[in-house]
Each structure stands twice: as structure tokens, then as C-alpha cells.
């Protein structure tokens, strides 16, 4: 019974290329999230949703585009691929608000090259 | 600007020690601080979650306590096990920009059997 899922685990592809992230949550949650980690670990904000409304957008490049289908999906999509966006990307959710807990899936590795 | 420091970035010591992670955060105004444990190759699993009115959230071997107004937490691992190995993250929620999440980069900890 996973809360947070992501597909795939692993992308390998190379620059240029154009790939998607898909993220599920079954938690009930009404806000989902994005994340980028690079290689120095540190975890970046990208996006967030909030009953499929975007709410976050940070300085992220427009090559990034997500879709949030429903409450619980949502998707990230990348166009023309540079080797700057290999990290690990991560998608959480959790409830609205300031004091709910996020949760995590087990991030999706991508690597271009 | 909301910064987050934790230090030491690494720690190794033999198990059954008893050890302390420090996390410290520029802007006192906050929601909540979450700590979280990530292992290699892996996603974020939750570790507790201190709400700015509460002083310390204990589960099991683990005691996180926070002071808001020095803007610091810290971690307490009692009694360490090899299994405790992982990079430990904290992050703080914002009270402005939607609830954000500002995260450190972590403390890698080794627990030497």
C-alpha cells in the first residue's frame, strides 16, 4: 500500500530528448509537490498544486511543465533535455496548510547524457 | 531569506553511542520543523515533525527538540545502531509563500559496527 509513488525509478536519456515523471499519491492529500535534489543533495522546491491549482512555481525553467490531472496525480513533464537537469527529482504531498507533514516517494533518477 | 545550516555534514562513530544532529534556521518565522532521514538510492522518510508551539516531539530512539527564537533544532539519537545510517535532513516551513519548505543539506551519519 504505497502512499506516494513515482515512475519510473531511473531515466536515462539523452539531451534533447523529451520525458515525463508521473506521480500518485492515494494519502487523500489535496496538495502535491515537486522537488529537485543536484548533486550536492540539497532539495529545491520546482512546484506545487493545490486541488489540481498550481500554487508554487519557482524559478524553474519553462522547458518544465507540470500537470496535476487529478488531486492525486501529479506529472512532470521535461522538453529538450540538458545535462544540467540529471538530479534526482522528488514528488511529495500532503495536506494544505502549514502544519501537515509532507510525504515522500522514492524520487526518480535522471540522468542525460 | 529563510536559511538552514546543519552541521557537522558527517559523522561516523561505533555503535550504541548516543549523538545529537544540529540543524539551525535564520528566520524564526516558521510553521513547523520536520527531520527527515534519507538513505542512498533511496526516497524521504519522515522522521518528526515539531510544530512552532511545541518544544520537542520524541518516537522511540529519537528525541527532536527546537528553539525557535535561536532558531535551532536539534536531533537526538539514542543508543545508535549500524541500521541509523543514513543522511539526516531538516527543513523548516515557512509561514509566507504558500508553506514552502526550506531544507538543509543534511548530516551524513556512519554508525561503525
Known sequence: ?113 | KQEVTQIPAALSVPEGENLVLNCSFTDSAIYNLQWFRQDPGKGLTSLLLIQSSQREQTSGRLNASLDKSSGRSTLYIAASQPGDSATYLCAVRRVDSNYQLIWGAGTKLIIKP
Request: hydrophobic letters at 30%; charged letters at 20%.
Open chain 1, 1 to 113: 500500500d504505497t502512499a506516494v509513488s513515482q515512475t519510473p525509478k531511473y531515466l536515462v536519456t539523452q539531451m534533447g530528448n523529451d520525458k515525463s515523471i508521473k506521480c500518485e499519491q492515494n494519502l487523500g492529500h489535496d496538495t502535491m509537490y515537486w522537488y529537485k535534489q543536484d548533486s550536492k543533495k540539497f532539495l529545491k522546491i520546482m512546484f506545487s498544486y493545490n486541488n489540481k491549482e498550481l500554487i508554487i512555481n519557482e524559478t524553474v525553467p519553462n522547458r518544465f511543465s507540470p500537470k496535476s490531472p487529478d488531486k492525486a496525480h501529479l506529472n512532470l513533464h521535461i522538453n529538450s533535455l540538458e545535462l544540467g537537469d540529471s538530479a534526482v527529482y522528488f514528488c511529495a504531498s500532503s495536506f494544505s496548510g502549514g502544519v501537515y507533514e509532507q510525504y515522500f516517494g522514492p524520487g526518480t533518477r535522471l540522468t542525460v547524457t
